[in-house]
């Protein structure tokens, strides 16, 4: 990621399990959970924006 490029954080929702994280939105709007692996600890790695 560059410098001139922004984060964005969010909580996330796991699609499958419903495990909520922090993750960061990516210029291109996918969502990846800050901290831990890719997936979710039940194995999937689909999670959407839990919006406030």
């Known amino acids: 990621m560059s410098k001139s490029e922004t984060k964005s954080r969010c909580f996330a929702r796991c699609r499958s399990c419903g495990a909520t994280v922090t993750a960061a ?9 800050i901290g831990i692996s890719p997936d979710c600890t039940c194995g999937d790695g689909d999670f959407e924006r839990v919006l406030e």
Not at 25 to 33: L, N, T, V
């Open 25 to 33: 939105i990516r210029p291109d709007g996918s969502i990846r959970p």
